[in-house]
């Protein structure tokens, strides 16, 4: 097995017993990277000088020892859209272009603390919005699995760089399950913790009340020891929230004995692809041997989601990006003859047309024309959708939805593109608009090899619940990825 196919925990114990070096490590995922990039687009910009620098300065025997933070030396990639220090951080947008962040985003903070190793800013969608960027010098992600497709919208950089073996994890945000969707639809793990639970200082977001940082693993072990690190309550981030216990090592069980799964009958139709409905169904068979027990639920104002979903984030998203104005970020004061054409510049030039859709829609959303009948209408349907879910987990400890209702689709086509986005996300948005922890993992293949991925929803801050069915599952089947799904002949 190469370097560059192992997990974190598979890496850290070749380092205990001394089969490979922290130096070794490095080396290996570089000229992964090197012999890859050019084909997935998985990054926007490299830490290649700085990372080599990182692990000189770590002490090798001391990350050995017993007790020393799981991601000491491991390579990693961050989301574009997250502060580093020395680190340019664009969100994919040239409005941000050539925007250096002052100071490090506390998750990132916090993994420094515990010696991880940057390779540099992973690719996305402009600022996590759903569309490919179109304007240079961006480029779109692609699967690695079939370069023609995409590696999911939103974080595609992240997906496709842990699935390529570019990075042994990621660290994005996750505002309507685009990191969770990337995963699956690149064959491996995508995690979003309970709202409030991750620090979003140093978020450039764009739907605040829904869009929280997750990851992105090669298996459900690494995600368990990851969010250990990630998860702590942060005095900067308002909307952070303290909990005592932050282990989450016994949901590493391989049964479910004693566990309910919920199925909803709104969302079990006949609107997924065929290949999508086999897998899961299999899945189902799978879940009951190792002891779950699968109970009806209904989830009713699940169906007004999406349409929820895009009021609520074209209307923060106009709010958030409005200070992308021309003055503090992007736009050149030299060009403009007046103030209305550097904001006019910065906007129309620095913005995608998905990007500019959305800001449109929204301040129509919050106009006092239609403040009422959009946006609050939206936010009162939020509450329902909340509310089926508190009564769906009192007969269940989990709900199971597919990843997406569709396959991973072409790149090449925008209208396919942006009708796929609406049907891709149909599941894992209810996650983010009721704040609940959610986990995709890799459950099937389909005709082509594409992976297919199935979801746990979890009750809020019931992190070990969700994590134990995924790990339970992924335990006793064999469609985590252990290699990169990276198909060179796919050209």
Known sequence: MEIYQLTIHEARSLLKSGDISLQEILEGVIDRIVATEAKTNSFISFNIEGSIEQVSKIDSKKALEDGTPFVMGIPMGIQDNICAIDHRMTAASRVLSDFMPPYDASVIKRLRQSHCVIMGKLNMDEFGIGAAPNIPPFKSAKNPWNLKKTPGRGAGGCGAAVSTGQVFYAIGSDSSGCLRQSAA??????????????????????????????????????????????????????????????????????????????????????????????????????????????????????????AVHYIIQSSEAASSLGKYDGIRYGGDRKASENLDMLYFNARSLGFNKETKRRIILGNLFLSSKFYDSYYQKALSIRELIREDFKKAYKLCDTILTPASPILSFNLDSETAHLSGIDKSFKYTLLANLAGLPAITIPCGRDNEDMPIGIQFIGDMFCERKTLRVAYAYESNTDFNIKEPGFREEVQ
């Open 185 to 306: 639809f690149c064959g491996v793990v995508g995690f979003k913790p309970t709202y409030g639970l991750v620090s979003r200082y140093g978020l450039a977001s764009s739907s605040p009340s829904m869009e929280q940082i997750g990851c992105i693993t090669k298996d459900v072990k690494d995600c368990v020891n990851l969010i250990e690190e990630i998860i702590f309550y942060d005095v900067k981030d308002a909307r952070s929230i303290k909990i005592e216990d932050t282990g989450f090592n016994n949901a590493l069980v391989d049964n479910l004995q004693d566990f309910a799964i919920g199925i909803p009958k709104e969302i079990f139709d006949d609107t997924w692809d065929p290949q999508i409905r086999k897998a899961v169904d299999s899945a189902l068979i799978v879940l009951e041997k190792l002891g779950a027990c699968l109970v009806d639920i209904s989830l009713p104002h699940s169906k007004y989601a999406s």
